[in-house]
């Protein structure tokens, strides 16, 4: 676990060492304050709905960003060798990165939490429903993050690290925009594939195993291909 | 007692052969000097040894542990100095150290002396809050040998860690080189052979992937000796050169760039 702690401090030092990580900050906060205060104005609702909602689009942006050079910087840097060299398990290196990328979004969605305190200000709110929203806009996120942090470990090149990504969550989330074309099983596959029909429960307020069991299952399936992927490479 | 026994390793990479049957021993407490030409296989030898890469046959222990099987606890016991020093140039050399100690999993109570300790041996402790992007290569290398020894591995393996330095740099590393010599066993390979000569017992050498000299340095230098004619004093650098005029068949610029993956 020491080890783990460790790269997960190591990451997060990566990070707040550079800019990039205080513009990703600001650049998405301000972004969803202005985003907030358009969607209040015009709805005139003490909820979080749409603002989840536009939160899940602007992640499939973002994260990619932010998880892109996990991996690739590494294999490009010649300290993937240092890593795979020292006595670490393939799990413990993705674990180590996947809790600092976490812990980055996890600071990034913390703060939103002050709009609670706006609504409440003004109205009265359903708390359960937004906190509702929250735990699904952080389990989303954090299937994005597995998401990015697969394609990361599939190349030494950054910019196709994220296009994968961005390849990937794209078809996850326009998924269901294919289900007219479809009837039957391919129907509800299409439905049951794209995070919108999982986000949409849990921004009503609604928690369904069903959908907790999407991004778990969505996030340890990113997290052991990754840990393939690192074992794969290293015994080529 | 032998740290190091290598059994006829291979490795191929496609229809090329990196590494053809190399067979060898290293007993504890020697320098051995691993030579050879740019692309003869060295650094994938040592990729094997080191557990980043798997043999295509053949098997290693080390301290008695076969590394496929034990891979984890031989990475414990094996100090790593990549070509390029494996470095987080934004990092400060002691924020580096103590990441290495973490994850090579130097106890949290051993640390902080273990730190000093090793930084102190490999002259940091002066430079240890700069940034390691703003240090010159013959400190960036030092640092890459701290993060090897800093968890007192048995086995030491460096690969070409003058490569690239000034001869005041390549004099203060195999300095430090030579001083492990009490604690650890070293293979190292280079191309700085005058200065190999000073600190190593033995030498290996290979020449597209097998293994053609595996001699004691005194017993090499004073064999050849004999053997010339002229009576002259031979050098490693001299007996390198004899063992690579003939032109090889292998196109060995391509050895190590088909594992260049990392």
């Known amino acids: 676990m020491n080890k783990i702690i460790a790269l997960t401090k190591k990451e997060l030092h990566s990070y707040f060492s550079s800019p990039v990580a205080y513009i990703i900050l600001i650049a998405c906060l301000s972004l969803f304050n202005i985003l907030f205060f358009m969607l209040i104005e015009q709805n005139r609702e003490v909820s979080l709905r749409d603002i989840f909602q536009v939160m899940e689009f602007m992640f499939i942006f973002i994260i990619p960003l932010l998880t892109m050079k996990l991996f690739a910087e590494e294999k490009a840097n010649g300290t993937m060798e240092f890593l795979l060299t020292a006595p670490l398990t393939p799990s413990m290196i993705v674990l180590g990165k996947y809790f600092s990328m976490l812990i980055f979004y996890s600071l990034l969605i913390g703060v939103t939490s002050v709009y609670y305190f706006i609504v409440d200000y003004y109205g009265e709110p359903d708390p359960y429903s937004i906190l509702s929203g929250y735990v699904g806009i952080w389990l989303e996120g954090a299937f994005f993050i597995a998401i990015g942090l697969l394609t990361s470990s599939w190349t030494r090149n950054q910019i196709i690290a994220a296009m994968t990504s961005y390849l990937i969550l794209f078809s996850l989330y326009f998924s269901i925009s294919f289900t007219k074309y479809f009837t039957g099983f391919a129907e509800s596959f299409f439905t049951q594939l794209s995070t919108r029909t999982h986000l949409e429960n849990f921004a009503i307020g609604v928690i369904t195993a069903s959908d907790v069991i999407y991004y778990l299952a969505g996030i340890v399936l990113c997290l052991v291909l990754t840990c393939l992927s690192i074992n794969h490479r290293l015994w080529q | ?262």
């Open chain 2, 1 to 262: 007692m032998s740290i190091l026994t290598v059994e006829h390793i291979s490795k191929n990479f496609g229809e090329l052969q990196a590494v053809d049957n190399v067979s060898f021993e290293i007993n504890q407490g020697d320098i051995v000097g691993f030579l050879g030409k740019n692309g003869a296989g060295k650094t994938t030898l040592m990729r094997i040894i080191t557990a980043f890469l798997a043999p295509s046959s053949g098997r290693v222990f080390i301290d008695g542990d076969d590394i496929t099987q034990h891979s984890l606890t031989i990475r414990q016991k094996i100090g790593y100095l990549p070509e390029t020093p494996p470095l987080y140039n934004n990092m400060t050399v002691l924020q580096y150290v103590k990441f290495a100690a973490e994850i090579k999993g130097v106890s949290s109570k051993n640390q902080k002396v273990q730190i000093a300790k090793t930084l102190e041996e490999c002259q940091l402790a002066h430079v240890k809050d700069k940034i390691i992007s703003t240090l010159s290569k013959g400190y960036k290398q030092r640092v890459g040998i701290a993060q090897a020894i800093i968890h007192e591995p048995k086995l030491l393996i460096l690969d070409e860690p003058t490569s690239g330095l000034d001869p005041i740099q390549v004099q203060q590393v195999l300095a430090l080189i030579n001083n492990q010599r009490e604690q650890r066993t070293v293979l190292l390979s280079t191309h700085t052979l005058p200065e190999i000569e000073k600190i190593a017992q033995r030498i290996l050498m290979i020449k597209s992937g097998q293994l053609i000299i595996d001699e004691p340095l005194d017993t090499l230098l004073k064999g050849k000796e004999q053997q010339d004619s002229q009576a002259l004093p031979i050098t490693l650098e001299q007996i390198f050169i004899n063992h690579h005029q003939a032109p090889t068949s292998v196109p060995s610029s391509t050895l190590t760039q088909s594992v260049s993956h990392y």
